[in-house]
């Protein structure tokens, strides 16, 4: 099992191998954990390229909470938009049934008032529709409140780890055929 990746026959260094590694990779210049090293904080400081890996991962991680947060708000708009719509539709009916009797009082013909009946009937059906539309925006806005406490729980350790550490995490790279 190879610790680094093999390209042109030389394994690139990593915080993971042994000083025999790193000293076949050419790179002796990179000392491996255990060679004269004692604690963590006798690593090598921060080269570059991790600065702006770590800034990149912070930013990756905010973006995912802050994306969380704003659809768990805008389904929560939408469980309002729907149930405000809901009482429209409910409004509406009940005055087309008010219009129907009405022109039931007045002699219309019962084919336009039992037209008009149907017509409020209909919209009464569509909001069952409507409530259940509602509900589950509302159980999806709690869902993405819950994606984002729990990203935060499960990985803000180890994002405050990353950008307060000075030690060099393997590249991306390494774990992708992981």
């Not at 026959?9 to 990779?25: C, H, K, L, R, W």
């Not at 990756?60 to 708000?73: C, E, G, K, N, Y």
């Not at 529709?129 to 935060?152: K, V």
Request: with cysteine.
């Amino acid at each position: 099992m190879s610790t680094g990746s093999e390209s042109g026959g030389a394994i690139e260094p990593t915080n993971v191998q042994s000083s025999a590694e790193v000293t076949a990779s050419g790179a002796s210049d990179l000392p491996a954990l255990g060679d004269g090293m004692d604690t963590p904080a006798d690593l090598p400081a921060e080269r570059s390229g991790r600065i702006v890996d770590v800034i990149a991962d912070a930013m990756t991680f905010t973006l995912v909470i802050v994306r969380l947060a704003t659809a768990a708000v805008a389904m929560r708009h939408l469980s309002q938009a729907v149930k405000g719509a809901y009482s429209y539709v409910e409004d509406c009916a009940k005055t087309v049934d008010g219009l129907a009797d009405v022109a039931a009082s007045l002699a219309v013909d019962d084919s336009v008032t039992s037209s008009h009946h149907d017509a409020a009937a209909t919209m009464r059906e569509s909001l069952a529709f409507a409530d259940a539309l509602a509900e589950e925006a509302a159980e999806m806005a709690t869902e993405f409140d819950n994606a984002a406490r729990d990203h935060e729980s499960d990985y803000g350790d180890v994002n405050e780890a990353m950008q307060a550490g000075p030690y060099d995490v393997a590249e991306r790279e390494w774990y992708s055929n992981r």
